[in-house]
Every structure is written in structure tokens, then in C-alpha cells.
């Protein structure tokens, strides 16, 4: 785990919300000190302080951990990718066709809503 790229991520983040360290330490409720030291990556950051910094920067902990399209979106693609491929293994020639169909409606519907 990379603190240091944590620390930058929470660093840019904080400072999209215009708060300054101090700000942010105190509605955290660590020293600025301990603040610093967390964006330089000086410190391993403690889980109660991960989830209480993400709710504060309202983003979700694998943000600050991973970046936006960072490596945990990557791997959980790659795990997806890979447990469908498994499903389609053992189907059938029509199985696969009335599947393909499937997939290509719930991506034309998700791309309406999302």
C-alpha cells in the first residue's frame, strides 16, 4: 500500500473542498500534525481515520485508498471479467446467443440511466 499516493489523493481532494488542513483535521478530529503526516505519507493511516476522512471529503474509501479509476476498479473488473468467462464455459451454443442478447439490452438500459 502506497501511503504517500493515499496522502496525495486526500491532499487534492481537500483541497477541491478549499479546506485547509486544519479545517479538515478538526472535523476529523486528529492534530494537524497527524493531518500532514498523512498527506506526506509520513504516517500509515489508521481505518477509524480512513472512514472518517472519506465521509468528511464525501468519497468513498476505495477513492481515497485507489484513486477514482484506480487499481481497485481495475481488479474488480478483472475479477468480474473473469467469473463471467468461467459462467460462459459451460454454456451451450443458443445458451450463449439468448446471453449475448441479455447483456447487450442491460448495457443499452444501464447507459440510459447511468
Known sequence: ???YE???RIRKIRKAH?????ALAEKV??????MSHI???NTKLSLPVLVDLSAVLGVRTDELLFGADGEGE???RSAAAEAILSLLD???TPQLRVIEDTVK???ASLEQHF
Open 29 to 34: 478530529g486528529i492534530s494537524v500534525t497527524h
Open 90 to 92: 459451460s454454456c451451450t
Open 39 to 41: 498527506e506526506t505519507g
Open 18 to 22: 478549499k479546506l485547509s488542513q486544519e
Open 74 to 76: 481495475a481488479a474488480v
Open 105 to 107: 439490452a442491460v448495457k
Open 6 to 8: 493515499i496522502g496525495q
Open 1 to 3: 500500500m502506497d501511503y
